[in-house]
């Protein structure tokens, strides 16, 4: 159990609606220093709400928030300020500005003297690998180029707290791998890191912890270890030629398939105990799909089952079987004026 002095972000039964639409309905959710914690959730379930009112730009309706120390009461104490960095979905790029002066100018903002702000803008530009375009206006970089700058932009003044709103948006497999290389670098510096992301292989990537918000409130928080454990099972889903579906004890009909009727440690024995059945002697395989546990499965399960129901869900302790995961994997959400 962490004490409060570990604890980068406390908030406690935050609420927030937009008129008649309530958005975040109780949300509690703690972040210890030296840690990350990817907050998981649909497109529209309140992350970046939430992210606001974290950094103070937003006020809940009620509850309570506390970051880096500071009490934030509806109001965004100065001393906030010096604390955290923010990196927000939309691009905030000061589009004439070098990549170098985009640095020194956000550094300076933040009080650095012009000597140590280059200092550091040399250093982001180094960590991000911006170096060839140092001197390039920021108008002219990729999509990719600008997020890395975007972000680097919101730890020139080294942040006890990182707010970072899908960082990775628009970036190549070698400009996110060098994104998630500094985050995990800056926790491992014992700054906390609040991180949003579709993408779950950035989250494994990562090491980071995992809070899902669904229904407007946190509905399970985590090491990706115990949530794959609580809400994912490996499965499998059989089909056979002409879509005929035998009555096997211990299987389920889905679909033009069947599953297992409980979670299954082995799919390849399971799989063969099926074949092997006296109902299966006439029919001919057609397809197998194997479905794993991974963070993916357990977000699919998860969201599936709906906020109230997944309390439930987790109160149980069982990780229960829940239906076939879908395979799509369309779970990115992109906006921001910038973006590409
Ligand atoms: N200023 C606003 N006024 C009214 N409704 C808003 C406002 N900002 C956000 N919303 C609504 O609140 C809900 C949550 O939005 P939010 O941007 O926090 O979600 P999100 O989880 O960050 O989504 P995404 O994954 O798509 O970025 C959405 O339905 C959105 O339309």
New binding site residues.
Partial sequence: MASADDLAIQCSDVRKS??S?C?LDGVNLQVRYGSILALL????????????MLCGLLNPDSGSVRVAGVALNGKRPNALGSAIGLAP?DLGLYPQLTVMQNLMSMAMVQGLRPRNARERAEDLIDMFDLGKQSGQRAESLSGGQKRRLHTAMALVHSPRVLFL??PTVGADVEARSSILQVVRGIADSSTAVLY?T?YMEEIEQLGADVAF?DGGSIVDQGSIHDIIKRHAAPSICVSFVGGLQPEVIGWVRTGDGLEPDRPIDDPGRTLAALLSDQHCRDVQLKDVQVIHANLETAYRNIVRSGGGDSVAYIASGNPGYPERPEQSQALS?I?GKENR
């Fill in positions: 937009y008129g639409r958005v959730g649909r497109n529209g379930a309140g992350k970046s709400t939430l992210i606001s979905q709103d899908e949003t579709h918000l959400g906006s």
